[in-house]
């Protein structure tokens, strides 16, 4: 018989368990609800053609690891190229990558938008250029339950969609996470893991503006590049991303951003991709260009 064990966390809510699957709920101020499915999202990846930033040619997403039980895999789905939450997930998952590849896991990070919008990502924040892959359409995402958004059925400009977005409509807990980077947060690590201004505020946890600091830098360094890395198809604008952990096609991991800058923290990838308990400093950032975000802690045993 299945049963569920409620364990809560300092600060996160709780985590809920079925027969060790995890399924993460998260507490209204910070988290969107996350479950676990079995393999409906390898379904709707299975014929999903991506394409690489490496070279523009395509791959079928799904033929990328093995359909078998232990062959495991991280699939990001990053919004759109231009966007923050991107940046800031993009250059948290550059810190994961060699931990997450010397224990055989496959990392797979698509990105909203064309090859072009991929390859200059890539350049900018040196993201490997072989783990990116471009995918130029809303089907997929939507198909895994990812949120597209404010009003997807309104027919109006998408940059006009933005603004409630930034404002929390159709984006749970946007404006928590914009406060949270201004007021800092005594549960979070340091953005910067070198001497900066910020530790006269003290040191061992985010302090006050660091978070919006970083991302006044990433915005600026968007802004000037908005042509290059913009999707095509602007309607992709709203739509958001998650993050998939596969063992075989099994889903063992299931974050799904609730809204902007809302994504998973890596540690958590990190620990249900390596199935042990994890404690990092990955989140320590050393470039101003780097930023950490929400944390979405899974507790994997």
Partial sequence: MLQMRLQQ???QGFVSRWSGCPVV?????RRGAVAVHASAEYEALRGKVAYKASSGDPVEITSMWEPVLGSKAVVVCLTHFADLTSWELAQK????????????????????????????FARILKFPMDRLFAYPAADLYLDLGFNPGF???????????????????GSPGTIQEVVRG???DSAAPPVFDSPTPFDVLGSGYQRPFELATLRLFNMMGILPKWQELCPPDTGLLTQQGGCLVFSGSSVVFKHVDSGILRY???????QAALQADYTST??????PNSQSGPTLEAEVQ
């Fill in 264 to 270: 998973t923290e890596p540690d958590s990838i990190l």
């Fill in 151 to 169: 009003a997807p059925q309104l027919q109006v400009s998408p940059y006009v969609k933005l603004l409630p977005m930034l404002a929390g409509v």
């Fill in 282 to 287: 990955s989140s320590a950032i050393t470039s």
């Fill in 25 to 29: 709920r998260a507490s209204r101020a």
């Fill in 93 to 120: 998952l550059v810190k994961i990558i060699p931990t997450l590849e010397g224990s055989g896991v496959k990392v797979v990070v698509l990105g909203l938008g064309n090859v072009n919008n991929a390859q200059e």
């Fill in 9 to 11: 966390t300092r600060g």
């Fill in 182 to 184: 201004y007021v800092g």
